[in-house]
């Protein structure tokens, strides 16, 4: 599992280098997630309707693993100042792309954010299932 999650921070780096789009860092964000929980055999399972236009969501998650989650459901920046610093060192550990700009300048370039303080127009919840997470969007 280690040597899988190398090679996936390896390629995110590669994947994200000279990516300055917000959507396309957002859309990285999201892969590289899902390949993360797919090294420990987890899926990720979306209840809701997926946003048109982009919008913050709040984050309700127990662990890091229940974050790492909510950025595979959705293509999401996620805003790593407002996380535990543990976290945002397994982040970049990682190679996924976090916010990096003002939420504002986010969502004007399409990307949507996700806001572990729990402010957002929605709310991604994340709770544990048999095979890894579900994910609800409450908006």
Request: aromatic share 4%.
């Amino acid at each position: 599992m280690i040597a899988r999650l190398v090679g996936l921070a390896a390629d995110a780096r590669r994947a994200t280098r000279g990516v300055a789009d917000p959507r396309d860092l957002a859309a990285a964000a999201r892969w590289i997630a899902a390949n993360a929980l797919a090294t420990r055999g987890l899926e990720v399972r979306f209840e809701g309707a997926v946003p048109r236009a982009p919008r913050v969501f709040g984050l309700r998650a127990r662990c890091f693993a229940s974050a790492i989650a909510a950025i595979a459901s959705l293509p999401v920046l996620i805003d790593a100042e407002m996380l535990p610093r543990h976290w945002r060192m397994a982040l970049r550990a990682l190679g996924l792309p976090a916010l990096d700009r003002a939420t504002a300048s986010a969502l004007a370039g399409g990307a949507c954010v996700l806001s572990p303080d729990g402010l957002g127009s929605a709310e991604l919840s994340v709770d544990p299932d048999p095979r890894g997470f579900r994910v609800m969007l409450h908006a």
